[in-house]
Structures are given as structure tokens and as C-alpha cells.
């Protein structure tokens, strides 16, 4: 789990060292897609539920490996006889644990290799070898072939459980540096194990989907099994109205980039299959309220979010809905070209051109040219759209991503910095810890270079939550550096990135450390604006509202909200009003550190994204707003300033 990253390699540190989670899990889009094989298969999904356990230097293989059998064959019954463990290669010790200590025959212990038996967070982290749980569901299940095994995809051997030995550090050099305590991460889920519980044949007949199937199928008039494609099409609907209704009750919205594109292309798929079953208006937003009565016990934020959901849905659908029937006509002419010119290929040009002119999203296309016989030349399309990129481009570059390297992780294990800037923007005698020139540490910067300098306190914000990272000068006595910019790259290590203006500075030395005044007051004034401005949008629109982005800069600020339309004139002159009433109400601005249950008790809004400690900074302003926020803000309202949209 990636949330954990930094806890296995040592960085951060929790107040616990057991964990176990029951995660809300989205697959569809990326490296792991699996959009497109939903409804086609028993095991496939957009949303599921990852339950996991996890230690953290605490227990390791002998305990996870028992207690994992002591689950799966006491708490859920599952028959012994049927379960078969696989192991990576080189792993004696989970070999022997498994046969010796737990008992299970040789036979049914499979050793695999590294693409099966060693799983990583990525190219570089946390790793280690793998163990994972299979249950025989019979011969009915599987091929038929005697050599049929746990490597065999037919469907008979169904993992479900996956125990991850997290014993290495994969660096940017391939190899595996030992972590400094090892530790666990397993994951298992909740449908394939709830199917294997329930012996159903899919997930899709557990008591999570299936009562999504027969409300389905009862408002369409159609009847499970009575035909493979009515069956798929009701397991689209069922699993695409899982996650629409996670994904918007979370604040996502459909838009064209990033997860907002993950949930048009959801949304719009089970809009498609819905025409199978005779459906030609809107019907997933249906599906939702049902999605609600299902879940809302394990999440009852579901019940805040119902109608909103649903109208997000609803919006969606009818929007789409009108684009395919302006595009059908155009879509069936490129077929019936290919069909005349004897082609089983659309060339990129017009599936390009149906995206372009008709709206139709390429994944779409595909589908509809697969069920056709037909393929897409994706190449030629990526090639069109680069031509289009490159007409539309302006010259704007936007600011290259700090590029986090191995030396910050490494820094971060030994340097702390601490921040004093909530009460003050200059601090002296700051120590010079470390000097960085191209991301290499460095004893010393000289005038006209650049580079970054870590000190061991410091009243410059790091850039973070959108607010930009402090400008100002460091001044010694045998040097001055002008700060051109402050990050954060990895938890508890505060950059300076700076452009030497005089002398020199070597590590070790004394600085004064010196924010610029107008800088950092202009960025308090548009931060605590965010906060109004997003009070009041809540206040006019609903509480489905919240914030997905920002930026806070000293000359302006943008704020990002999930909304399911844009904002008319009317509404916006509103919001201003509201807002600018709130400054010359000049309220107090008042900020403490809790704890994070209780800021949640009091009613904080946390924003979705940010990674929050046990302790956290609550921001209020009078009984209008209440945010968790880290960032530097005006004492009181009034000073804001006229706020403008």
C-alpha cells in the first residue's frame, strides 16, 4: 500500500506498528487496467475492496504465514485440502514455514519467480518476495488438462490472498539494499475471497454485486442467464455503478484528464452496454441510489453524497447519450468504407476524426469496431492527436516537477528541519546542514552558481496544499543567496533552492534566514481567500463541494472543486458578494494543532489527496469555515483585501 511507503523504508514513523485495512480500490486506468475485460470475466472489476494486514518491523513470516492459515481455514472455513500456497523460488524460509510449521504437503507448494513470487511498489522502493494463497474450486472449474496447475489461467486455482515479504529497498541501480526492519504487506479481496466463502461461482453472485444484478435486470425487464450478452451487460452495469457511485461520493467529477477521465470513460461504457438491454435514457444513476442501500453501513458518507451522486450520474449519461446519437450515422459510414474497401483496420485519421469532430472517446470506438471485427490503428490516432498538440501548444513551458532523487531519501534519514514560520519570517543563526549542485552534495556554493541548501530550521514555507514555496534571501558573513524557491521533497526535509548572489557559503556556517515580506503576505491573503471562497461555494452549490486543487500564488489564486456543471454569471457575482461580506466582517483567523479524530469530531474539512499525521493543524475562520490546512494565513479576514472572481 502506497501510503505506507515511507513507514517500510524508515523515513516516517507511526504511533503503531500492526495495521489492518479494508481499502476502497478503483482499476481502471493506467498500468493496471482491467476496464475493458469487466463484465467478460467472473474476477474482473473497476471497484473492489482490498483488505490487507501489515507490519511494521513488528511480526514477519512465521506469524503472517500462520496466522494468514489460522484465518482462512478457522475464521472462514475454507477446506484445507483445497488450498495451495505458492512461494518465490529462493525463499526457503517460507518454504519451510509452510511445510513444516503449518503442515502443508510439499505438492501443494509451488515455487515461482520473480514475475509471479516478488512484488514491488514500483521500479525503485520498497520489495521483496511473495506468497500467495490459492483455493482449488474443482474440476468442473478448470480445462481438463492433467498438467492444469496454479499456473493454469482457466479459471479452476483462484488466488486470493497475497502475504508480500517487504525485506528490500530496490534503488534507482537495481539492487536491493536490505530494509531496516523488515515488514508486511498483504493483500486479499473481498470479492474473490467472499465468492470462495459463499461458493459461488463469480464475484459477480456474491452478496456484494449480485443484488445489484437483479434490480438491474428487474427495471430493464431482462433475465439473468438469459443470454451471454445479457449477463455481461448486467455485470457492466452492476460494477460500473459501484464505482461511479465510490468515485463521485469521493469528489471526483467526469471531466477529460486525470481521474475525472477514468469516471466519464465508466460512466460511459455502462452507458453503452445499457443499449443491449433495450435502454436508450439515462439508467446507471439508477443503480446508484441501489449502490447506496447496499453500502451504506460500511460507509455511511454514501448517505450524505445519494443525491448528488445520482444527479452527477444522471448529468453524464444524458450528455454522452446525446453525442452517440449526433455520431452513430458518421461511426456506421467509416464501417461501411472498410467493410466497400475490403479493410479490417480504421485508420487513425477517422477514429481521430470521430474523437475530434463527434466526441466519440477512442477506447469507445475500439469496443465498438472489436464487436466489428474490426481494429483500431491506435498509433496513427496518437500520431493525429501529437499533430493537434503541437498546432494548439503555446509557448508556456510550466515549471519542470522537483525531481525527486535517492539523495533526498538519504538526507532525510539524518536531517529533520524544523519549521518556525507560522510566528515569524526571519530567523538567525539557521546552521547550514548540507549544500546540493545537480542533486550531489556539495561543501560549498560560490557566487553566480545554483543550488540548494538545507538548514536546521528555517521560517521559509515549503510549497505544499498549493500554497507556492516562500521566496527571500540567506545572508552570512561571507555571503548572500537570493531563495528563488522552497520544496519539500520528501517528509521533514525542507529545500532552499537558491541562486548565490555574493561570496560564498559553506556547510556548517550560520545564516540569518530572511522571508520576503510582500511575497509571503500576499500569499497569506489569497490562502485564507481559498478558504472563504470554498465555504461559501459549499454554502451556495452543497456540501458535495470540495476543494481538488489549488493554486496559491502572491498575485492571484485558482481554486478546483468537483461540480457537476460549470457556474453561471449569477452565481459567481454571489459568491463574491459572500465572500467579500466575510472580509469586511473582519473574523479572527485562529489556527491549533489536534489531533486528527478530533478535528474530524469538530467538523474539519480534510481534502482528499492530502496525507494527514495523528497530529494535525485545524484553521478556522469564526463559524464559517474550519479546514485541516498547514499553510500560512492573515490573522483576520480583513486582511484579504477586495476579492475578486
Known amino acids: 500500500m502506497n501510503q505506507f511507503k515511507n513507514v517500510f523504508l524508515g523515513i516516517e514513523k507511526r504511533d503503531y506498528t500492526r495495521a489492518a485495512t479494508c481499502q476502497k480500490c478503483v482499476r481502471a486506468g493506467g498500468k493496471h487496467n482491467d476496464l475493458e475485460n469487466v463484465g467478460k470475466t467472473a474476477r474482473h472489476h473497476t471497484f473492489f475492496e482490498m483488505l490487507g494486514n501489515f507490519s511494521f518491523g513488528d511480526y514477519f513470516k512465521k506469524d503472517a504465514t500462520a496466522w494468514a492459515w489460522e484465518l482462512v481455514t478457522q475464521g472462514f472455513k475454507m477446506d484445507p485440502q483445497r488450498i495451495w500456497i505458492s512461494i518465490h523460488y529462493s525463499d526457503d524460509e517460507a518454504f519451510q514455514l509452510w511445510n513444516k510449521s503449518v503442515g502443508i504437503p510439499a505438492e501443494r507448494i509451488v515455487k515461482l519467480g520473480d514475475k509471479d513470487n516478488f512484488w514491488a511498489m514500483g521500479d525503485t522502493g520498497p520489495c521483496g518476495p511473495c506468497s500467495e494463497l490459492y483455493y482449488d474450486q474443482g474440476e468442473s472449474f478448470g480445462c481438463g488438462r492433467r498438467e492444469c496447475s496454479i499456473e493454469c489461467e482457466c479459471g479452476r486455482y483462484t488466488e486470493f490472498w497475497n502475504l508480500v515479504f517487504m525485506q528490500y529497498n530496490r534503488n534507482d541501480k537495481g539492487e536491493l539494499i536490505p530494509l531496516p526492519k523488515p515488514s508486511i504487506d498483504t493483500g486479499a479481496g473481498l470479492e474473490r475471497t467472499s465468492a470462495l466463502i459463499q461458493h459461488v461461482p463469480s464475484n459477480f453472485e456474491t452478496d456484494l454485486i449480485f443484488p445489484l444484478i437483479e434490480y438491474a435486470a428487474s427495471l430493464s425487464g431482462k433475465k439473468w442467464h438469459a443470454s451471454e450478452s445479457i449477463d455481461v451487460a448486467l455485470k457492466v452495469l452492476a460494477d460500473h455503478a459501484r464505482a461511479a457511485t465510490f468515485l463521485i461520493s469521493e469528489g471526483i467529477t467526469p471531466s477529460n484528464e486525470g481521474r475525472g477521465y477514468v469516471l466519464r470513460r465508466i460512466i460511459r461504457r455502462a452507458l453503452r452496454y445499457s443499449r443491449q438491454l433495450d435502454l436508450h435514457e439515462a439508467f446507471l444513476y439508477k443503480l446508484t441510489d441501489k449502490v447506496e442501500e447496499l453500502m451504506k453501513d460500511a460507509y455511511p458518507d454514501l448517505t450524505k453524497s445519494k443525491e448528488y451522486v445520482a444527479s452527477v450520474t444522471k448529468s453524464e449519461e444524458e450528455k454522452f447519450q446525446s453525442v452517440v446519437e449526433n455520431a452513430t450515422s458518421e461511426l456506421e459510414s467509416v464501417f461501411d468504407q472498410a467493410i466497400d474497401q475490403k479493410r479490417s483496420v480504421i485508420t487513425g485519421k477517422e477514429a481521430f476524426k470521430l474523437y475530434d469532430t463527434f466526441g466519440l472517446p477512442l477506447d469507445f470506438v475500439q469496443e465498438m469496431a472489436n464487436e466489428r471485427n474490426f481494429q483500431v490503428d491506435t498509433t496513427g490516432f496518437d500520431e493525429e492527436?501529437?499533430?493537434?498538440?503541437?498546432?494548439?501548444?503555446?509557448?508556456?513551458?510550466?515549471?519542470a516537477a522537483f525531481e525527486e532523487q535517492e539523495v533526498y531519501r538519504n538526507l532525510s534519514q539524518t536531517y529533520r528541519t524544523t519549521f518556525t514560520g507560522y510566528n515569524t519570517i526571519r530567523e538567525a543563526e539557521c546552521e547550514i546542514w548540507q549544500i546540493l549542485i545537480n542533486y550531489k552534495t556539495a561543501g560549498k556554493i560560490s557566487e553566480g552558481e545554483t543550488g540548494e541548501i538545507i538548514l536546521n530550521k528555517t521560517p521559509f514555507y515549503a510549497e505544499s496544499g498549493g500554497q507556492l514555496g516562500d521566496r527571500g534571501v540567506l545572508i552570512g558573513h561571507s555571503g548572500r543567496a537570493r531563495v528563488v524557491?522552497?520544496?519539500?521533497?520528501?517528509?521533514?526535509?525542507?529545500?532552499?533552492?537558491?541562486?548565490?548572489?555574493?561570496?560564498?557559503?559553506?556547510?556548517?556556517?550560520f545564516v540569518d534566514a530572511q522571508v520576503d515580506p510582500e511575497f509571503r503576505q500576499s500569499v497569506r491573503k489569497n490562502h485564507t481567500a481559498t478558504h472563504l471562497l470554498h465555504a461559501a461555494l459549499r454554502q451556495q452549490l452543497g456540501d458535495h463541494v470540495k476543494q481538488s486543487g489549488s493554486l496559491v500564488a502572491p498575485d492571484r489564486l485558482r481554486f478546483d472543486f468537483t461540480h457537476y456543471s460549470g457556474l453561471k454569471a449569477d452565481e459567481m457575482r454571489t459568491l463574491e458578494l459572500q465572500v467579500n461580506e466575510k472580509v469586511l466582517g473582519n473574523i479572527l483567523v485562529n489556527t491549533k494543532i489536534t489531533t486528527m479524530q478530533d478535528a474530524v469530531a469538530e467538523g474539519a474539512m480534510a481534502l482528499f489527496g492530502e496525507k494527514y499525521g495523528d497530529q494535525v493543524r485545524m484553521v478556522t475562520i469564526g463559524d464559517y469555515s474550519k479546514e485541516l490546512c498547514g499553510g500560512t494565513h492573515c490573522g483576520s479576514t480583513g486582511e484579504v483585501g477586495a476579492f475578486l472572481i
Open 485 to 509: 524557491d522552497t520544496q519539500v521533497p520528501v517528509a521533514g526535509l525542507i529545500v532552499h533552492k537558491v541562486e548565490m548572489e555574493k561570496g560564498s557559503f559553506e556547510a556548517g556556517e
Open 385 to 399: 492527436m501529437e499533430k493537434q498538440r503541437k498546432t494548439a501548444r503555446a509557448a508556456w513551458k510550466g515549471d
